[in-house]
């Protein structure tokens, strides 16, 4: 008995024995695993700071220099630079494909101390960022369609003889018939087949391009600014320059019995701001005016005749602001529409949630500006558009998205 008991003792202490080793082998390899947790962590940091750096590179700058960027930022926080695999565009996740947007994973193999005991020498160590640019676009284009949802036509552009001296995007399709068209500038698209013929771009080469996700509109002019108390009416209010037309349409029988806003000898409109919930229906010729920027919440604005030339009251250059909601994607329902001879625009036509139609027979029209709108017909002949590299637009950006 005492003999079967002795044996017993000495099998415990054998599994005890067996039990710590192999326990205080996972403790030991825990070690090892803390460790990669850690520098996991970092890993994580790394390519966060490294696709936003590639990122904000991209607002402006090229692909090599974003990826060159990312690298370096992976090369600061820890990890090796050149081991790490920079994507433009992403070749995984959300933003698979999508232009603007950086991708970031670095890596290392890291060798294991205690891991040894179970004939693990390393653990491979990474982690992956997304960072997406949002580049400034509004000094990059003369004309801009912005809905994604009006598939007949979102930019048109038809009649003769007509120069864009500027980038144009439609953020669906693009329907050209006119003749004698000049787009000296990236033309741009998201829907359709390619716009050719009767179109002669410059440069030729990968132009025009249809791209994979719709731009954002290249203008942040919100409506609140114009309005009353907003931003933009105080700073016309400080110069004696803000006219509140509460929900008055304003026509030149309004203007004309308000001498203070127009001379009618001259027919010139009083310089500022001009704020309303109604519409502007300004048909006569000769209008001009040397600093006045139109803006209504709900109406739309037209403007018929010949001879007209008129500039900007806003500092950022707006001319023409119609915020009124037309669903419609017919010009023939244009919340922005101007007709006639020899205009001479300077500024910004912006109509966000509506169309616009610049349009006339025999139109002799030189803007320097843009348009920019929901969807843009362009009609008439010896058209001349130029964006003004004086008024930016939507500042560019960049933001960690995955």
Request: proline share 4%.
């Amino acid at each position: 008995m005492t003999r079967g008991l002795s044996d017993e003792k000495g099998a415990v202490l054998v599994i005890v024995a067996f039990s710590m080793t192999v326990l205080l082998g996972f403790s030991a390899f825990a070690v090892d695993l803390g460790y990669a947790r850690q520098r996991r962590a970092q890993a994580q940091n790394s390519a966060d700071f490294a696709a936003l750096a590639g990122a904000g590179v991209l607002v402006n700058g090229t692909t090599a220099q974003a990826i060159t960027a990312a690298r370096d930022y992976v090369g600061k926080n820890g990890f090796s630079g050149s081991d790490a695999q920079v994507n433009i565009p992403p070749v995984s996740g959300a933003r698979s494909g999508v232009a603007g947007c950086v991708q970031v994973q670095p890596t290392e193999q890291m060798s294991t101390i205690f891991g040894r005991v179970f004939n693990v020498d390393s653990l491979t160590v990474g982690a992956t960022a997304t960072a997406c640019a949002s580049p400034g676009l509004g000094g990059q284009y003369a004309v801009f369609a912005g809905s994604t949802t009006c598939t007949n036509s979102a930019l048109e552009f038809s009649g003769s003889n007509r120069t864009v001296n500027g980038g144009v995007h439609s953020n669906n399709d693009v329907k050209i018939t006119s003749s004698g068209t000049k787009i000296n500038g990236d033309a741009t698209y998201l829907a359709g087949s390619a716009p050719v013929g009767n179109v002669e771009y410059n440069p030729s080469i990968d132009n025009p391009r249809k791209l994979s996700a719709p731009l954002a509109y290249p203008e942040s002019f919100e409506i609140e600014d114009y309005a009353p108390g907003g931003s933009k009416a105080t700073l016309a209010e400080s110069q004696s320059k803000y006219f509140n037309l509460g929900t008055q349409d304003i026509d030149i029988t309004f203007l004309e019995a308000r001498p203070w806003l127009y001379d009618k000898a001259n027919q010139r409109i009083t310089p500022g701001l001009y704020y309303t919930a109604g519409s502007y229906h300004l048909n006569q010729s000769g209008l001009n005016t040397t600093g006045a920027t139109f803006v209504t919440s709900n109406g739309d604005i037209q403007i018929n005749g010949n001879n007209i030339d008129f500039e900007p009251w806003d500092p950022e250059g707006l001319l023409l602001f119609s915020n009124k909601n037309q669903p419609s994607c017919s010009a023939g329902q244009a919340v922005i529409k101007l007709n006639g001879n020899n205009h001479l625009w300077t500024g910004i036509m912006y109509a966000p949630r509506g169309p616009l139609d610049f349009s006339g027979t025999n139109v002799s029209a030189s803007l320097k500006g843009r348009l920019v709108a929901q969807t843009v017909k362009l009609s008439g002949s010896s058209q001349t558009i130029t964006r003004n590299e004086s008024y930016p637009g939507r500042s560019g950006g960049f933001e960690l998205v995955e």
